[in-house]
């Protein structure tokens, strides 16, 4: 039923090592984006896929990298984790085009590098 | 560099009063404007949304947008101890990209 999920939930790991963040949407939606909200809420898009196509790249340390197998999956892989990189990760989809479009999130995956 | 500014908060009224919360963005090319809810620990949802000058209404919730000044508000009336949350205010730029802004935390006190 579930319709933007996220694995895990929770993560947390150690400086400098590698991890990665899944999120899948069944809500046949074109669209994937990923969010870092920080502890004062700021939400910051990082990455959007639209059908399998990077379509937005931030300003985000080349050790993130996306990917996308298809247009329902949207992973994130993390190399040399830093503590700066503890954070709340939103994934999220819409279908994009018309005068309106929605953007529905997923539960998010906290992650605290130590 | 595209901003949303909002006021922090927190925004604390008396339930069934009425709660205004407020967002002013940058970018004069924005469309599209948005209200997501956020309860703690929770993903944000969306409330409301206008794209249009003036106000549009849903329930309980008013969403209101001047473009010439640049402002966004939402008001919330007969609020409830349920509403609080923190409210985050977006502007859709040309490229679907939403620009967030840093939220108002709102508390309505029973």
């Known amino acids: 039923d579930t319709a933007v999920s996220q694995t895990p939930k929770y993560l947390v790991t150690q400086m400098g090592n590698d991890k990665s963040i899944k999120c899948e949407q069944n809500?046949?939606?074109?669209?994937m984006y990923w969010y870092k909200q920080d502890s004062k809420k700021f939400l910051k898009i990082m990455f959007s896929y639209n059908n399998k196509e990077l379509i937005i790249n931030e300003t985000v340390p080349n050790r993130f990298s996306p990917k996308s197998p298809d247009k329902a999956h949207l992973n994130l892989h993390i190399n040399s984790l830093e503590l700066g990189d503890s954070a709340v990760y939103f994934c999220a989809s819409s279908q994009v085009g018309g005068m309106y479009y929605e953007q529905y999130f997923g539960p998010g995956t906290r992650l605290t590098v130590t | 560099q595209k901003e949303v500014e909002q006021n922090s908060g927190p925004l604390s009224v008396p339930e069934g009063a009425i709660a205004s919360l407020n967002c002013t963005y940058s970018?004069?090319?924005?469309?599209?404007f948005f209200w997501y809810r956020q309860y703690s620990g929770k993903s944000p949802e969306l409330i409301m949304f206008?794209?249009?000058?003036g106000d549009k209404e849903d329930g309980r919730f008013t969403a209101q947008l001047n473009k010439a000044s640049q402002y966004v508000s939402l008001l919330i009336r007969d609020s409830q101890p349920s509403d609080s949350a923190t409210y985050l205010c977006?502007?859709?730029?040309?490229?679907?990209?939403?620009?967030f802004g840093s939220g108002t935390r709102l508390l309505v006190r029973p």
């Open positions: 206008i794209y249009s000058n």
């Open positions: 977006a502007a859709e730029d040309s490229s679907y990209k939403l620009i």
């Open positions: 809500l046949g939606h074109d669209t």
């Open positions: 970018d004069r090319g924005s469309q599209s």
